[in-house]
């Protein structure tokens, strides 16, 4: 599972991140600010995140309004695994379907700022070389920026 976690972390944060499972529990303490934790099972993958960003994630697992107090960086450089993935419309989505936009993603890093206007002009769709704006127009609006190349995709169910 540490392993697993730190496998999202660049090289300067690796040596110094905390390291938890998803309940909390506290697998390897850190002396930086960012704590790595593996993947929930399939959604997204394993990610580092400093202490904005896990403000991020509590509001968004609790489905509570977010704004952000500075801009922040959380990294996922190990990418979704094959059974992860997300919408890029809707922060509630579980699971591909033909109208949620879902993207496995490979290795990037992710932004957050205090003015989501400061995304403005910036792709929002996932079919673009480059960053794109994830999860506009909710509390939990970010910046992707993908760093490798994306892998194979889910496939979208249909009825």
């Known amino acids: ?49 400093d202490a904005e960003w896990r403000r991020w994630m ?26 992860g993935g997300a919408s890029n419309i809707d922060p509630a989505a579980i699971q591909p379907a033909t109208d949620n936009e879902w993207v496995v993603e490979g290795p990037h890093m992710m932004v957050i700022t205090p003015d989501p206007a400061a995304f403005a002009g910036l792709p929002t769709v996932i079919e673009t070389d ?11 609006v970010h910046l992707m920026v993908p760093v490798a190349a994306r892998p194979e995709q889910r496939s979208v169910p249909t009825n």
Request: hydrophobic share 45%; charged share 15%; glycine share 12%.
């Open 1 to 49: 599972m540490t392993a697993e976690a730190l496998s999202a972390a660049p090289a300067g944060i690796l040596a110094t991140a905390t390291v938890s499972d998803l309940e909390g529990n506290i697998l390897r303490e850190g002396t930086s600010d960012y704590t790595c934790f593996p993947a929930p099972n399939g959604l997204a993958g394993p990610m580092c995140m």
């Open 58 to 83: 509590a509001a968004w697992m609790g489905g509570k309004p977010f704004t952000a107090e500075r801009v922040a960086i959380a990294y996922m450089l190990a990418g979704d695994g094959p059974d």
């Open 130 to 140: 480059g960053p794109y704006v994830m999860w506009t127009g909710t509390p939990y």
